[in-house]
């Protein structure tokens, strides 16, 4: 998306490569529901609004792709039973936050 941040986009795309299911609702233009990307004008705002996606993750309860939120002060890669995995979104986001 030229001009834009593309971080959320690439997030999303990584999630569809990992095997997460698309959540189709067949909306028009940009859509407020659902995680799809069919084209640059239709998809939905989930796919590559920060926000959206953080909102649909931690809301979704139906198709899609969908996970729990944690505060960045939890965040400490030396212990053990961390409360999230290799591959997280949450993981991507950590190099930026420093």
Request: with cysteine.
């Amino acid at each position: 998306m030229s001009g834009n941040w593309d971080c959320t986009n690439f997030v999303s795309h990584a999630l569809l490569a990992g095997g997460a299911v698309v959540y189709d609702t067949n909306g028009t233009g940009i859509s407020s529901t659902g995680w799809y990307y069919r084209r640059l004008s239709n998809r939905s705002s989930s796919f590559s609004g920060v926000p959206n996606l953080h909102n649909f993750l931690v809301n979704n309860t139906t198709k899609g792709p969908a996970r729990t939120s944690i505060n960045y002060t939890t965040f400490d890669w030396f212990i053990s039973n961390h409360p999230y995995e290799l591959g997280d979104p949450a993981i991507l986001s950590k190099w930026k936050l420093q």
